[in-house]
């Protein structure tokens, strides 16, 4: 790829312009060619109740089942990313736009679709506010899939992987931070389900606790709770791990981590 930016070198939108501005990111019909590539103009992010859902469910790549992911504004992950381009560009996403690797968009495995990411080269300090708008990247130990203008202005476009630390920022093409400060009206987290794990159950409430400890935020995704039941007259504490999106990711849980007397609640 050349050196020079396909697009202006424009930084991240400062906080004073409008949400509005920051929808315009994508392409619907080609405008010119760069390079060779045809550039797409703006177009408003595609998203609906039923491209939410579907893009939701769980699905199998290669033999391995991913699980869309509930998370909150602040939510972090750290890993490898890469970047995609002249191959997909003009394809479709996950999510149905035309895939414009000169937009600032990203493919996750499990983030909800248009979710807010500011995405952090740990290598060299440098970051960018993308929309996920794709699945993937589908190797192991990469963690996002960055367009090649985002990838670019990390610098990865000269190394091909770098690695990187996510922050969700927000969710439905909103930026949470700067919707709370114009008043106007956003989301904190993506709950999609109300499947848990009961990962023990303990007479002794310090027992309940060292589990709770250990099992919390696991995976980076679950979060451990100790609920309080009474037993012959007697409490006892059981030990839920909350956050699955159906009872099939719960299931595949217990399988995979083959947790001694584990089974799936409804929390």
Request: aromatic residues 10%.
């Amino acid at each position: 790829m050349s050196g020079t930016d396909l697009l202006s070198p424009t930084k991240w939108l400062p906080p004073v312009l409008t949400l509005a501005i920051l929808l315009a990111l994508g392409g619907c019909s080609s405008r010119s060619t760069t390079l060779g590539m045809p550039v797409y103009g703006p177009q408003k992010p595609r998203s609906s109740q039923a491209i939410h859902r579907a893009t939701l469910r769980p699905y199998t790549v290669n033999g391995r089942t991913y699980h869309p992911t509930v998370v909150s504004v602040g939510w972090t992950q750290e890993g490898i990313a890469s970047w995609y381009g002249p191959n997909f560009h003009g394809g479709k996403t996950s999510n149905g736009e035309i895939y414009n690797m000169y937009a600032m968009t990203a493919a996750h495995k499990t983030l909800p679709m248009n979710t807010m990411v500011r995405v952090t080269n740990l290598r060299n300090g440098q970051s960018v506010v993308v929309r996920i708008n794709d699945r993937g990247p589908f190797v192991r130990g990469r963690i996002i899939d960055l367009s090649y203008t985002a990838g670019k202005r990390l610098g990865i476009d000269k190394t091909g992987t770098a690695p990187v630390k996510l922050t969700v920022l927000g969710f439905d093409n909103i930026i949470a931070s700067m919707a709370k400060k114009s008043g106007h009206t956003y989301r904190k987290e993506v709950v999609l389900g109300g499947f848990g794990v009961q990962v023990g159950a303990f007479r002794r409430y310090g027992g309940a606790q060292t589990y709770q400890k250990r099992y919390d935020n696991f995976e980076g995704r679950y979060r451990a709770v100790i609920k309080k039941f009474d037993m012959d007259g007697q409490p006892l504490y059981r030990v839920w791990l909350l956050g699955f999106r159906s009872e099939a990711e719960a299931k595949d849980f217990i399988k995979a981590w083959n947790i001694p007397g584990a089974f799936i609640i409804r929390g």
